[in-house]
């Protein structure tokens, strides 16, 4: 049996391995990559390419001949961190995802908002956007043998808009739906670690209190790096709402979301809520993986549901 202190892995990686209690090949491929990644305190995606390597060895028997397959550069990739294209994508599509429970709008969103990634949400008063972050407090929570995350949210309150009636109203509609699909009881429940930060909204104070618009930008712009930084290092979900203002385009004054043009470039994707007569749509207008699309949505008692027209429009780019 191969010893996890001769795997070729940064002397780091295999010391939180073998202290973790991964002493062996065997111990490393008996689990998944996210209990791996929590219980060593690394990455989803470093966990991901540790169990790929163990598996590859182990089913070499072990023998360091047979490691050939896997290449030195891959190797290597362990150690140093870096990765070629082809892993970054599969990496993007096996990232887990929170359901908005809006089977249309988690259609353009891929299934859901992705996590390692910011999403900023921005849309008028009165659109969802607070509706939209309660759901997905609640919708981290979904057990992982309900093809949720199983995970715990932290959620932000700016602007005193948080109403725990409500998150109340939402959880139990979610336990309802979860009875029912799949006979899941909320007593077996066990909460993962944290898996979204939302905040609601990130607009609030930067309208209120600076006057020096340097340091505005500048400020933004360390918050967003950081909020990045967070999503990548804990393989979470960061979500942004936005409020909108009026900019002057071509001669006229229209609508658009808050905090400057710097900022629009600063999340991962952008989402923007409108209401088209009186239906309320989402709108994907920046994403670097998804196409720009634009779904239709209610809010119900139970929270986030499909609109009863489901209007779905996708463009090309």
Known sequence: MMETSRLPLSSSIRGKLISAGYTSLSSISSVSSTDLARDV???EAEAFDILKLANQISGSNGSSSL?????FWKISKLKQGAKNAWDMLHEEESLPRITTSCSDLDSILGGGISCR???EIGGVPGIGKTQIGIQFSVNVQIPRE???LGGKA???DTEGSFMVERALQIAEACVEDMEEYTGYMHKHFKANQVKVVIVDSITFHFRQDFDDLAKRTRVLSEMALKFMKLAKKFSLAVVLSNQVTTKYTEGSFQ???ALGDSWSHSCTNRVILYWNGDERHAYIDKSPSLPSASASYTITSRGLRN???SNKRVNSR
């Open 255 to 257: 609508l658009a979301l």
């Open 117 to 119: 990634d910011v999403t």
């Open 154 to 156: 932290i959620y932000i």
């Open 41 to 43: 305190n690394i990455t």
């Open 67 to 71: 490691i050939n397959g896997f290449s």
């Open 146 to 148: 309900c093809g949720g």
């Open 307 to 309: 609109s009863s027209s």
